[in-house]
Each structure stands twice: as C-alpha cells, then as structure tokens.
C-alpha cells in the first residue's frame, strides 16, 4: 500500500465541522431542545418571582447566569453519547493524527449551538428579567466571554461519563463546580454594571477563563474518552 | 500499490499478554505480519479475539508486551456510521479524515448498494449496515486491516464479498486480521486458535508463535 500523507489539520477540522453541522441538520429538535429549556425555566423563574421587575432585575444576573449553566449542561449530556454508541468515536481516537483537531470542530459545533445562540438570545433572556436595557450589552458581552468555558469544561465531564448507562447526573456533579469561577465573573458583571460599575476586569477574568479551558480542555477530553472506550 | 517490500512488516507483536478479569485472555503472544499475510482468529466466546484485536488497534492497553503496526483500519462490533447522515455522507467524511479521494460510486458498486448514496443510514438493514462499514475498507489508506467479526450479519454474497475483498488487499501488498467463528475460506490465511484448548495452527511459516498458555486465574 501506497505511504500516505496524512490530511492537514485544517482539512480534518473542516471535515469534522461538516460532519456535525450535518447531524445538526439531519437532527435540529435535539440540538434546540437546551434553548426551549432555557427559555422556559426563565419564564418559570419570572412566574415564580412573581413579576415584580425590582426583584426580578435585581437578580437577573445570576439567575440568567444559573440557567446558562443548566441549558448548556443539558446539551453537553448528549454531545458524545450518539457517536459512542455508534462506534464514531472509536474510529476518531483511530486516526492515527491527533484527535483533538476533530474534536476542536465538534466543540466549536456544539458551542455555536449554545453559547453562541445563548448571546443572540440574550436580549430576549434579559427582557424577560426586567433587565433594564441598558444592561442588555454587557450581559451579551459577558455571555460571549464566558459561555466557551461552560462548553469546553462541560465537555470533559461529558467524555469521562459517556461510557455510563445513566451519566447525566454525574455530568452535572462532575461539571457544575469548574462552572464556578465563570458564574462569579459572569453574574458579578451584570449587577456590578446595573449598579454602574466599570466591568472590565470581569469581562478579562472570563476571557482568561475560556481561553485556559480552550488550552487544557480538549487534552482533557481526549483523555476522557480513551478511558471511556478502554473495553467497553 | 507496491511501494513496501515483500518482507516489509506490517505487524508485529512482541511477548503481548492481555488481562481482562484477572484472567489472562492470552499472554507471551509473539507474532508477526509481513506484507501479503493474514491472519484468522478463532476461539470460543470470551478467549480474546476482540481484545486482542483492539489491543493491536491500539484502543485497549496491553498488561504486557508491545505492538508494532502500519497505518491500520479497524472494523469492529459498532459500525462506525452515523445513523442520522446519509450513506455518502458518512463515507465522505470517513474519506477526508483519513486523506483519501472518495470514490463514492465504484465504493458503493463494489459493496452491492449503489444507488443508496443518499440513503440515511437509520433506515438501512443491519446486513447494509455492514456492508456500508466494509465500503471503508474499499476506499484505501490503511496497509493493516484489523476486522472483528466482518461476516455478523451478511447473507452469503456478503460474506463472499469479505473474503474477495480481504484477497485483493492482500494481493496489493495489505495484511489482514480477522476474528471469526466461521473460516472465511481466505487462500493463505494463518490460523490462530485462542482459549482454553490452547493450539497454535501455523502453516509453516517459522515467526509465527509461542505456545499460548491460558494462565486462569493468574495475576498480572
């Protein structure tokens, strides 16, 4: 047989992205089923509270914050879950290359589909809070910096509890505490700008905080998922 | 596709022991694969074929020995396909990953489904499953096939069509390795018999094993 060049990384990334971009497509209730919760635990919370807008907005930021955390969670459960059963994962951790170039295009996939219709959401999110409007850009703002770090940690939980029966409440166990630094930040940044504070610095932490997720996590993942294949 | 030698080796496993229960399924496992050469695995339920086959693989970690091997393909229990793209979809994405050109019609001729290109793979029967899984071997890149079990669910032009596949491979220069409970008829083949009733069937080739004892019961 003919020694082969390896495909580059970009190829690979771009494969794999359309590959998930085409499950997306072929499957769209699934991916949008984490935003319908969102929204309605949000309405849930806004009923609950009882519509006051003073209580509402003054705990908009971590509620909105809260459920973030939750929605993303939720998708996270299924993101490797299909492709395990199916014997897809076995055949990336095969490649034979690095595979955390696929899985990089698999994350950013399901981060586009949370995090990032979360921020284009976020007006709607806020209104529904009472969040004066005023508020809507740096909570969009915060949402963008923040939300890369609940997809890429998530997704580690997600790799170690794949290869479970009923992982979905170890995911949550194993992946809500790293989400703590993020929501410190995230619903710190939301009052301390409705109260008219410089947010900068916040906007920086969560940054810092994707960016060492963007680092550390797909190793991570990698990892998780070689322990998860081993004998299933 | 002759760019390695005859005597290139494809495979090669030295003093390989695998562990699974605290049973050795197989130990002091030495053998190797020169191009041309294949190998059939038999043995009852449990003796080790799939382990061993992804212990070479190299999804499972072996307690002890090393592995050695060309750029390989691994067919095994689960297919490997997306239920929810279509037939082409998942081929081609197969394709780009591994650098080869997609040569989706020939492929899908070779394995008996043309004309299901656009088929979505949910709605296939198992036995098309399979054969859309054995379409990956047809597209090239990997010298070394590793298949557990390929005939699990084909009808009888299916598992001619395995046997005739595994031969061309073997013809271009490839090496194979199958698990099986049925011989798949393949001119050549080496056997390997793990379990219990330990025997090593060798066709008088002199790299082939040591004796494989099945040690139960014995800690790693």
Redesign the interface.
Known sequence: ???????GAG??F???F??EC??VI??PGEALQPLAFLFLALSLFAIGAGGDPRVLAAQAGAVLWVLVLLATLLGLESLFR??Y????L???????QPVFV?LLAKLAVQWLLSGCLMVLLAPALALMLYLPADQIGITMLVLLAGSPALTLFGAVAAALTVGLRRGGVLLALLALPLYVPTLVFGAGAISLAGAGSDVTAQVYWLLAISMLALTVAPFGVTAALRIS???S | MPTKSGSAVLLALRDLGCVRDGRWLFRHLSLELPAGAALELTGPNGSGKSTLLRTVAGLDEPQAGSVRCAPHLYLGHRPGLSSLLTVAANLRWYAELQGVAPDLERVLNRVGLAGYAEVACRSLSAGQLRRVALARLCLGGASLWLLDEPLTALDASGQALVADLIAEHLASGGAAVWSTHQPLGVVGARQLTLGPAVEVGVDSEDDMTQPLPRLEETRA
């Open positions: 047989m003919t020694a082969l060049a390896r495909p190829r690979v771009a494969a794999q359309r590959r085409a499950v072929a499957a299909r492709d059963d199916e014997g897809v076995e055949q990336l951790l095969l490649l034979g696929p294949l081993e004998q």
